[in-house]
């Protein structure tokens, strides 16, 4: 079956710093991308969402952006803070064996550096 | 207010047992989700229901057995329990079929001895 996977599993920033992280999909049919945070000890939590007519969309100190020639999707954190630390994941919406599913990545792990 | 609570939050039990795990949610949202998320943290989906109907079913093993009694609640019962059932499971719901935000509740972790 088809997946979305992220470049890097664990990224490092000092506080203040911005943060981008990355994910590629590779489900060319997908139409909606989500990012989620998720804290330890709790479920994920939405952060930022695009549909596949879109190629970026800000939100309060995020950023996303969507590349479907390449399949690609990133999160940008503006001044990352302590707060930020969390794993973080993109996921995809979209037709999959089996009906439209929503799909995660692997996650990546941020560490702020204060 | 919670608005996707599942209990427990922690259940720890032997080999062969049968546990359930229940989930509400009080967002007014018509599909629910169990996902299992396990110790390299990667998140897979289980199961999906619309409006008390069931719309996924993945590659689970039939020990796995959801029930929406309405559509504010999802249990997920598991019979003969395994050591790799060992996980922790996300119950999640929103609006429509995925097209829109998923709500996680803050798991169930689950360790099989």
């Known amino acids: 079956g088809e997946s979305v996977g992220l470049h890097l599993p664990t990224l490092s920033v000092q506080e203040g710093d911005n943060s981008i992280i990355n994910c590629a999909y590779s489900?060319?049919?997908?139409?909606?991308f989500i990012w989620y945070k998720q804290e330890s000890g709790k479920g994920p939590q939405f952060i930022i969402d695009?549909?596949?007519?879109?190629d970026k969309r800000q939100g309060q100190r995020v950023t996303v952006l969507l590349n479907k020639t390449v399949k690609h999707l990133s999160l940008q954190i503006a001044a990352t803070q302590p707060g930020d630390s969390a794993v973080y994941f993109c996921?995809?919406?979209?037709?999959?064996?089996?009906?439209?599913?929503?799909?995660f990545g692997a996650g990546t792990r941020l560490f702020v550096k204060a | 207010d919670t608005a996707v609570s599942q209990t427990p939050k922690y259940l720890v039990t032997q080999m062969g047992n049968d546990k359930s795990i229940k989930c509400e949610q009080n967002?007014?949202?018509?599909?629910m989700y169990w996902y299992k998320q396990d110790s390299k943290k990667f998140l897979k989906i289980m199961f999906s229901?619309?409006?008390?109907?069931?719309?996924i079913n993945e590659t689970v093993p039939n020990r796995f057995s959801p029930k929406s009694p309405d559509k504010a609640h999802l249990n997920l019962h598991i019979n003969s329990l395994e050591l790799g059932d060992s996980a922790v499971y996300f119950c999640?719901?929103?609006?429509?079929?995925?097209?829109?935000?998923?709500?996680f509740g803050n798991g169930t972790r689950l360790t099989v001895t």
């Open positions: 489900n060319s049919a997908s139409d909606y």
């Open positions: 999640a719901s929103s609006h429509q079929d995925g097209n829109s935000p998923l709500h």
């Open positions: 967002l007014g949202h018509d599909t």
């Open positions: 695009i549909r596949s007519n879109m």
């Open positions: 996921a995809d919406w979209g037709p999959n064996t089996g009906g439209f599913k929503t799909i």
């Open positions: 229901y619309n409006n008390k109907e069931l719309i």
